[in-house]
């Protein structure tokens, strides 16, 4: 009956429009629409609702604790780098009891917590990212409900179930609004809103609020929806960190605090006057917010980077490493070397002066080092090595229209030329921890030890590493607490 009545209050409330010349079908179109708007917010509000006590299925058990791991390491990396120096010293300002900033011996509020570790665990190129909707959910996803878990006492299992619903709302919100369509005609980033939506989601479901309770979540989340794609011209990653993760993060667990404390609002911010989709996306389709809700998990396709580089550069690396496993050879073997990836892609990566996002100083480094750690793809001074500079004058990087038609496939074309005249060619359509060619559990554990380990100590990152990896086994989620800080003491 509420669900019959609110579809009837949201046709009620479309505008009249003139009968002279106007398609009857216009009128069936809008009712549609309508419709299907109003029937989200049940099902969407039930959903996070009950997601915190549906057992799900083992490839998306399997993949939250991957997904949860990888952001981890990604915020314990994220310590030491400008993104990260920042967050930490905003910390410092809100200083409680309640949540850990990881890679600290810090603790903060939820809000604050939440807000710090996301930007940790956006501060590098390091964490997830989801294709279809745009967006990158892990890394305020994982702090939200991280943040509130503690805050609560809540045990590993509701932890990794919240986790997994935020990744199933963030991705369809964005989805929903028609992600590159909407971020075409808004300006809006994709990655804050669904960052937003995800992190509100897991925070709620982390703290067990009921469908009622739920509608208000994404109320309040809805009405501090921002972000614009400004993030663009960041060269210092900071503002990226802030929008990617920190501000999505914090209004999440904004949204999902004030409702668990009985603040009320909009019954139904998806459909009616003045809705969320109608603002934010006119052409939404708002049947997408539940499409697949309980029996298709986000988390499973969402992408794991091998490499803590910008996404276009991961795929000329990953052609590399084939390469190197096919014939042995050196930086000093090497006369020229042709990238070739889609326009767009090589047009963010192309000669910039951060490393992990510079094609051509990347490829360097790969031939080098013969692999690309996170540590070489963040030292700067590096950049002016006279021997890294005379490999990367070698490099040649081409934007390749026919890869563009590929795309959101991040196709590239790598062929070396060496100094005897032979040439190698690797074309990569698949790169390596998407969920066409996905990591193996024992490639993303070597990967988050490597970023891990030096902060944490070897010892504290390996018992970290196995906690996560039986979360269900975990009781209260605040056992995370002294494995997530250096040395593994408390703080």
Not at 282 to 308: C, F, M, Q
Not at 380 to 406: C, F, G, I, Q, T
Request: proline share 4%; charged share 20%; aromatic share 4%.
């Amino acid at each position: 009956m509420l669900q019959e009545m609110s579809a009837a209050l949201a046709v009620s409330r479309i505008p009249a429009l003139p009968r002279t010349g106007l398609d009857p079908s216009a009128f069936a179109a809008q009712g549609a629409a309508a419709a299907a708007a109003a029937s989200a917010m049940p099902a969407l509000s039930a959903y996070m609702s009950a997601a915190g006590t549906r057992a799900i299925p083992a490839d998306a058990v399997e993949q939250t604790k991957l997904h949860v791991l990888d952001t981890l390491a990604a915020m314990v990396s994220g310590t030491e780098l400008p993104p990260g120096h920042v967050a930490l010293d905003f910390a410092r300002l809100y200083k409680e009891t309640t949540s850990t900033v990881v890679g600290s011996t810090l603790l903060c509020g939820p809000i604050e917590a939440a807000f710090v570790n996301a930007m940790l665990a956006h501060a590098d190129e390091t964490d997830d990212s989801h294709a279809p909707s745009q967006s990158h959910p892990g890394c305020a996803v994982v702090p939200a409900a991280l943040a509130v878990a503690e805050q609560l006492g809540v045990d590993g299992n509701r932890f990794m179930r919240a986790v997994a619903a935020g990744y199933d709302v963030g991705t369809r919100v964005t989805m929903a609004l028609g992600v590159s369509a909407f971020q075409t005609e808004t300006h809006i980033s994709s990655h804050a809103i669904a960052s937003l939506f995800g992190a509100a989601a897991a925070a709620a479901s982390a703290a067990g609020l009921s469908a009622s309770q739920m509608r208000s979540v994404l109320d309040y989340a809805a009405q501090q929806a921002s972000g614009t794609k400004a993030w663009q011209r960041d060269t210092d990653h900071i503002q990226k960190a802030f929008v990617f993760a920190g501000v999505g993060a914090r209004g999440g667990v904004m949204a999902a605090e004030l409702a668990r404390l009985g603040a009320t609002g909009v019954d139904d911010i998806l459909s009616g006057a003045d809705n969320f989709l109608s603002v934010y996306g006119p052409h939404a389709d708002a049947a997408k917010l539940v499409d697949g809700l309980g029996a298709r998990y986000e988390v499973v396709r969402t992408n794991i980077k091998k490499w803590s580089v910008g996404s276009p550069i991961q795929a000329p690396l990953d052609a590399i490493e084939l390469m190197l496993k096919k014939r042995r050879f050196t930086a000093d073997d090497v006369r020229r070397v042709v990238v070739r990836v889609a326009t767009s892609e090589g047009a963010l990566v192309d000669d910039r002066d951060i490393p992990d996002i510079c094609m051509q100083h990347m490829v360097a480094i790969m031939l080098l080092d013969g692999t690309a750690s996170f540590r070489a793809a963040h030292d700067k001074p590096r950049m002016s090595d006279p021997k890294v500079r005379s490999v990367r004058s070698r490099v040649d990087l081409v934007l390749d229209a026919d890869l563009e038609k590929l795309m959101p496939r991040r196709v590239a074309n790598v062929t070396v030329t060496f100094n005897d005249g032979t040439t190698l060619t690797e074309r990569v359509d698949a790169v390596r921890g998407t969920t066409e060619n996905p990591m193996a559990r024992a490639e993303v554990v070597a990967k988050c030890r490597d970023l891990m380990a030096p902060i944490l100590g070897a010892a504290t990152c390996d018992r970290l590493i196995a906690q996560v990896l039986t979360l269900e086994q975990v009781g209260d989620v605040r056992a995370l607490r002294p494995l997530l800080q250096p040395g593994g003491r408390q703080a």
